[in-house]
């Protein structure tokens, strides 16, 4: 079956970087995605992957697919305390309804 | 302007109540979805409609009705409230192509006493 996995929780210093990991057993995904939740919101896309892909660098975020080993990294550089939310792993491939496989979410604590 | 939107944003009710959330997106999607989430974050998706047909039924009691008058709404009712059914339920839109991002709305809460 499909299973997304997640650590529920991380705390680093702020200035620190962050590393979220995400491991996964269905090796069709086509789409691997970040998502954010800060406090009390709803969720909102922070980037993806695409399964072709190994590495994807935008500004702060770094994202590392490695098939191999099924397993999605999403790298924080200087972590700020407004990165503190919860981050969701999520991977969705065709002929699946358009359903997402969704992590259960790591909770990513920022100190000062 | 606001992409997913969804009314209430809180609901306070008794056990045994009926109740229902409603969902609209202006983005033009073709697909919509509810999703459940519990006190400990958990995301569970409960349904999905694509241009207003029913393509996702997860292991949901009957007691939830969704329902799409439109490709832009999707409302969700709920019979006979049970404190379980106290969560934040999200609603979520995606359009047909070759990727699958989700846009969520932002949120619900449902206190059910």
């Not at chain 1, 800060?38 to 072709?52: C, D, K, R, V």
């Not at chain 1, 550089?77 to 309804?97: E, P, V």
């Not at chain 2, 609603?91 to 991002?101: F, I």
Request: net charge neutral; glycine share 6%; charged share 20%.
């Amino acid at each position: 079956g499909e299973d997304v996995e997640q650590s529920l929780f991380l705390s680093v210093r702020e200035g620190d970087s962050s590393v979220i990991n995400c491991t996964y057993t269905d090796s069709s995904s086509t789409y691997l995605y970040w998502y954010k939740q800060e406090p009390g919101a709803g969720l909102q896309l922070l980037t993806y992957i695409f399964s072709n892909m190994d590495m994807k660098q935008d500004q702060r975020l770094t994202v590392l697919l490695n098939k191999k080993d099924k397993h999605l990294s999403l790298r924080i550089a200087d972590t700020q305390t407004g990165d503190s939310a919860i981050y969701f792993c999520a991977l969705g491939r065709a002929g699946n309804n358009r359903k997402l496989i969704w992590g259960l979410g790591t909770s990513l604590a920022v100190n000062p | 302007d606001t992409a997913v939107s969804q009314t209430p944003k809180y609901l306070v009710t008794q056990m045994g109540n009926d109740k229902s959330i409603k969902c609209e997106q202006n983005l033009g999607h073709d697909t919509m979805y509810w999703y459940k989430q519990d006190s400990k974050k958990f995301l569970k998706i409960m349904f999905s409609y694509n241009n207003k047909e029913l393509i996702i039924n997860e292991t949901v009691p009957n007691r939830f009705s969704p329902k799409s008058p439109d490709k832009a709404h999707l409302n969700l009712h709920i019979n006979s409230l049970e404190l379980g059914d106290s969560a934040v339920y999200f609603c979520a839109s995606s359009q047909d192509g070759v990727d699958y991002e989700q846009y969520f709305g932002p949120g619900t809460r449902l206190t059910v006493t």
